[in-house]
């Protein structure tokens, strides 16, 4: 039951990400917006909603390793695997917008802020205020930014009857489909990894945060097909500013979030390096495959140390002989 739960899950992330991208493309082609705001603000916030939902009910269950594992994991994946699956699958990779020195600072601010904030071993009331207004700043920042910026607006939507009411609605339905549709695949995922003897610790780390990253992934390549490579690669960046500075920061007015350092040192690491592979990415200008293949060889480290807390084969499979 738990394989028919997810693939109908999976196919509810499919139809409601086609909703978002095509309903988000005519209203920044309506209102003259960059498909790269688009992606960073709405869609981005949008396809965050499991890793909030699932870092706050973490919080209020004083669950803080799963608040913060979340959050954190969602961004190595979103980097190391969903980025570099666009990679691979696009051909050509030629955004509109320069992703240059602005935006790679915006990348960096939030998680060198957020290494400060643990380094006394807990996100208190006070840090996560601070996360919430970075959050504000930064979509301060892309409406400035994005003045006389636009679109390429195509005349096919423009000739389009046009519904304030209808795209809205289809946009809300679309949000609810993938968010109702991750929830789905991480229950679903994770009674199937239970079944197989599969640990708490790996559920959390890497299937839970695999099922909150579902919706950016899902998303991103409908918008690659659909040929919107800024809408992409903002909702990637933007999801990930939202993960560290909303998610965590709600999570934290709920309660304090205390860490283990020395537990998290290496999935921090990670997160730390996949992000400077990022902003390298940016800089360089190296929207390619071997890029792709670069992000996927940090992403498979990052799985190999989360499934070294598997028990062994033996283990899983050993039952007792007559």
Known sequence: MDFVIFILAMGGLIFGAD???SNSERIAIHLNISEFIIGSTLIALGTSLPEMATSIAGSMEGKSEIAISNAIGSNILNITFVLAIIFLINRRFIPK????VKDSIWIIVPIILFLVMIMDGAIDNFDSILLILLMGAYIIFLMQDS???GTDNSEEILNEPFSWIKS???LILGFIFVVIGAHFAVDSASSIAKSFGVSEWVIGIVLISFGTSLPELVVSISAIIKGKIDMAIGNIIGSNFANITI????AGLVGDLNIDLGKYSFDLAIVAISTLMLIFIMLSRAY???SGVLLLIIFALFLEHSLSGIETINQLIDVPHP
């Open 19 to 21: 909703f978002i991208v």
């Open 97 to 100: 917008r320069n992703f240059f």
């Open 147 to 149: 003045k006389g910026l």
């Open 168 to 170: 809205i609605l289809a």
């Open 247 to 250: 998610a965590i920061g709600v």
């Open 288 to 290: 390619n495959k071997p």
